[in-house]
Structure formats: structure tokens, C-alpha cells
């Protein structure tokens, strides 16, 4: 059952959600490619969308409780003798609590294990900021020989987690947005780690975009159209390793511009300002995201409007910061 | 639901927090390490008032500053922001030796959830709690036998939650959590070295028929109907 994006497919995929599609759906095709897999879960497994697995494979699922240090020092344990195997958790616990793990299991061992940081960003709305994982990119970005890989819509997470297992290596990948959060791609296309993709071409501004605020990056990009500025959307599914390629072909453009949900420090365009600052000249740089701080709780809606992540907001943000020549 | 019963007896006269003493030292600290019990500690707290209704009443609306888990908030008793599973055992350990050192004469209570227990770090401030001889904590574990994806014996079983508190060096109390004088009486256990846990057998969504038991109820929204069923049995079940 091979992932294929088409007008059909990618409304079930959106109604699924990115952890409902990675598991429900992608996760077979993986298996169909690598064997069978292990796949480990902290307590997560209804949430994740890992119920059909779980029927399927009953022997390769395994539930270790609340517990995401030991979810990852297990899935090295099988990692180490020589299975493909995936843990998963909400992505705030999964880079923060099992972060030294990460570092050891992942990073220093090498080891080629598949994690799943489920409700990332604002997923987890009225459960409050001990909920949102708004800083997982940041430190995962910090560990040598790590992927880390951003869905933008729900399709591309079962693109994902089919790529991440065929790669045999370490790999995050952060789930965001909902339940029917909009679909991107409605035909086919080639998902290749590490090379982002021109969801639309645009000649003034670039937007570097990546996970579900994507879509709001779009529409923000043809409200800018109308306005008369050509605005460019590139979906950065991939955050390492960043396509460093991607971003010198917008060199000439008047703006760069990040979005991303997540702290404005150290993911998305943490990354690019870290490139850019290398180069011998390179357009501003305007990161969208959260500005370092925490929130009072709320819906989704809610939460992305007040960290100005709205179509409306981004666009807005722009044209203020967009050079008056 | 499971710590309903509990709360009540807490904020009936066992610990020493009124709207007087909120920020006196002195008082009795009370940290909801389960920060998913919110609903049952802003009730209570309601009815104490440090809240007010109109407070109660922004429930999870955009911007509240109460939603499903409680966020900490002194000027109306609330001590911890909990629910990031197993930190409030351990913060209630530091403040309770803070508290021992200080010369108070008060106590600390943190309640924790059975799933919780799944946490390392309940079981390195336990290890804490009997190795700094904690005669002012008293760790109430909410044994509802239930966790997010489904019983919690089928997930990860802990066999006895008693026997562990015990071999860290606490006295245990091992109660029906939803019997008024068994909890009461085990909150006045205490002894002149040791901390205290009490496993209070519980059953999630208590006194509410379609509720008990479900692990389905863990985080839901009752329609007006479920809600007015649930209320009729409720106050039927008194």
C-alpha cells in the first residue's frame, strides 16, 4: 500500500492527521520495504493513531507506560540488535525528558532508530505550555548526525516515516496540526529528505515554510499576490540536513522569511540565519514564529493567532518588513 | 473523578490553607502533581473561595488561565503548575525539606497519579523522600487503575505500589480512595522520621455510570444530556 498523494487520498490522509496517516498508513509501506518493525510507545498508542498497528502486528507493538527515558533507551535495545524500530511520544516529552537518550541512543551511538514526536507545536491546546512542544527542533537540531523532518500536511507525514525507515539511520520526525489540518499536495510528488520543496514559485519574497503552518504561509503568499508582491513558498519538510541549495536560489530576492510553529530561536529559522550569516551577502532575514515566550492556553485557532502564525498576521508581517524600494 | 472524594476531605479541615494564610509560610502546601485532576482542585477550590465562579466559568476558553491542567497561581491556592507527569513529587520533596529545614512546623502533600508512577523520577524522589526522613510529606497515589491508552495493568503493571513506597523508607496506608473516614484518617498518619504514602484505590469517573471505569472519559466533553445523567446520579449516589 504504497503512499500516493492524490485529490482522494490526500482528504483521507488530512482526516487522519499527520500521526494518524505516519502510523495508519505510511508505516505499512515502511514495513513493506524494511520488515517488520518494532514499534514503541509511551503510553501514546490511541492518540499516535497507532490502533491499527497495534491489531496488525500485535507481537511488534509494545507499550512501556509513561515513561519516555526508558521508551528510548529500549528502542536502542532493539535498534542495537539489528531490528527497525520506531518510539514514539507527545514531542514535548520526546525531546525534552528522553533528550539525553536522544544524545546517547541517537546522536553518539548512531544508532537507526525512528522517532515520532506526536502533537508538536500547539497540538495539545488546553493542556497548557507543560504540553506544547514549541522548542523540540532547537534541541534536536543540536545533536550531530541527526534527520529532522517537519511534515507539512498529513500526506507527507506517511511520506516521512516511509523515507525515514528506508534511510537506516537516526531520525525525528515532528507531527503538527490537528485532525483535518489542510492538505498541501493533492497529486503525487517526490518526497526526498533533505531537499525542500517550491510549493510556489514568486519572484520578491521567499517564505520558507515548514510543518502545518505551511498552508497559512500559502495563503498568506496569495494575499500578497494580490497586493502586487510575487512570493515564493518553500516547504522546508526537512530542517536537517537543511538544503542550504534551496536557499541560495531566493539569494536575489528582496525577503527571506521563516514559519514555522516553534520558538523563533534555534529551529527553522534559527537554522537558515545560522547559513545566511555565512554568506558574503544575503537578503534580510524575517523569522516568523513563536517569539520566545510562553502562552496563556486556548484552541488552535487561538494559539497560532497569537503567535501571529495566521495567514493574515504573516502577510501582514511581511509587508511591514518589506524594503519600501 | 477518581480524587474527588480525596480533595474534598483535604480542603474539609485537614490541611491548614484558608484565604488568610495564602501566603503565610506557615500554611500547608498542597501540590497536584496530576495536573489533570485540575477540574476536582478548582471545585474545591471553589468552594473554599479562592475562586470565584466567574473564575470556574472560563473553563478552557481562549486565554483562561483555567484549563485542564492547573497552572500555579499562590493568590488562589494553587501551588504548582502540574501534569508534566512525575515533576511534582520531586518539587514537593524539595519544599518539604525546605520547609523541615526552615523550622515550619507545616506539612506537604502531592498527589500523583497510578500512570504517573511509570515516570523514573517519582521513583528517585521517593528514594529522596525516606533518604532525607520526610516526616512532613505525605505522597497520595491515586490508584484508578487507568491510563491514557488503557488499563494500567495491561499497559505496565506495578504490581503493588505499597510495597514500593515502603521499601523506599515510607509508612503506608493502603485505602478505599473514595471512603470519607479512611481517607481522613490516613491524612493524619503520620510518624516522627518517615514520609507517607497512601494508595487510594480508586475508580475513574466515579459515581457516574457510563463514566466508571472507561478510559474513553480520560479527557472528554459531556453533551448537555450525558451531563444532566451525570448530575441526577451524582446527586442520587449522596
Known sequence: ?325 | MSIVDIMAVLYSGVLNVNKENLRSPERDRFILSKGHGAVALYAVLEQQGFLTREETNTFESNGTSYYAHAHRDLSKGIEFSGCSLSLGLSFGVGVALSCKRGGLNNRVVVLVGDGECDEGLVWESAMAAGNFSLSNLTVIVDCNGMQSDGKKSEIMNHLSEADKFRAFGFEVAEIDGHQHVAIESALRLCHESRPVAIIANTVKGKGVSFMEGNPGWHHGILTQTLFDTAISELKGGV
Not at chain 1, 503512499?3 to 498508513?25: D, H, K, P
Not at chain 1, 518510539?87 to 537518550?101: G, L
Not at chain 1, 550531530?144 to 511534515?151: K, Q, V
Not at chain 1, 515566550?293 to 503567535?307: A, E, S
Open chain 1, 1 to 325: 500500500m504504497a503512499v500516493v498523494i492524490n485529490e482522494v487520498s490526500s482528504r483521507t490522509y488530512s482526516r487522519l492527521g499527520q500521526g494518524g496517516a505516519l502510523f495508519g498508513m505510511g508505516l505499512f509501506e515502511a514495513i513493506e520495504a524494511v520488515g517488520n518493525t518494532y514499534v514503541l510507545t509511551a503510553d501514546m498508542g490511541k492518540p499516535a493513531g497507532m490502533g491499527r498497528f497495534k491489531t496488525r502486528c500485535p507481537e511488534y507493538f509494545i507499550n512501556v507506560g509513561i515513561a519516555e527515558q526508558n521508551l528510548i533507551g529500549m528502542a536502542a535495545g532493539f535498534a542495537s540488535e539489528g531490528h527497525p524500530v520506531v518510539a514514539s511520544a507527545q514531542a514535548v516529552f520526546i525531546s525534552m525528558r528522553s533528550f539525553e537518550q536522544v544524545r546517547q541512543y541517537l546522536g553518539y551511538m548512531k544508532l537507526p532508530i525512528v522517532t515520532v514526536g506526536v502533537s508538536a507545536g500547539f497540538g495539545l491546546t488546553f493542556f497548557g505550555n507543560t504540553h506544547y512542544a514549541i522548542e523540540d527542533m532547537a534541541l534536536m537540531r543540536t545533536i550531530p548526525g541527526l534527520t529532522i523532518l517537519s511534515p507539512s500536511d498529513a500526506g507527507q507525514a506517511a511520506k516521512a516515516i516511509v523515507a525515514a525507515l528506508k534511510a537506516k539511520s537516526p531520525v525525528y520526525i515532528r507531527c503538527t496540526g490537528g485532525l483535518n489540518a489542510p492538505a498541501i499536495y493533492k497529486s503525487d510528488y517526490e518526497f526526498e529528505i533533505g531537499k525542500a520543496i517550491e510549493i510556489k514559485p514568486g519572484t520578491q519574497v521567499a517564505i520558507f515554510a515548514t510543518g502545518t503552518v505551511t498552508a497559512n504561509a500559502l495563503e498568506a503568499a496569495r494575499t500578497l499576490e494580490e497586493k502586487g508582491i510575487s512570493t515564493a513558498v518553500i516547504d522546508f519538510h526537512t530542517i536537517k540536513p537543511l538544503d542550504t541549495a534551496c536557499i541560495d536560489r531566493y539569494a536575489g530576492h528582496k525577503l527571506l522569511v521563516s514559519v514555522e510553529e516553534h520558538n523563533v530561536i534555534g529551529g527553522l529559522g534559527g537554522a537558515i540565519a545560522e547559513y545566511v550569516a555565512g554568506l558574503v551577502a544575503h537578503p534580510r532575514l524575517l523569522r516568523l514564529g513563536v517569539k520566545d515566550r510562553f502562552f496563556t492556553p486556548g484552541d488552535y485557532p487561538y494559539l497560532i493567532q497569537q503567535c501571529r502564525l495566521d495567514a493574515a498576521s504573516i502577510a501582514e508581517d511581511i509587508l511591514t518588513a518589506l524594503p519600501s524600494s
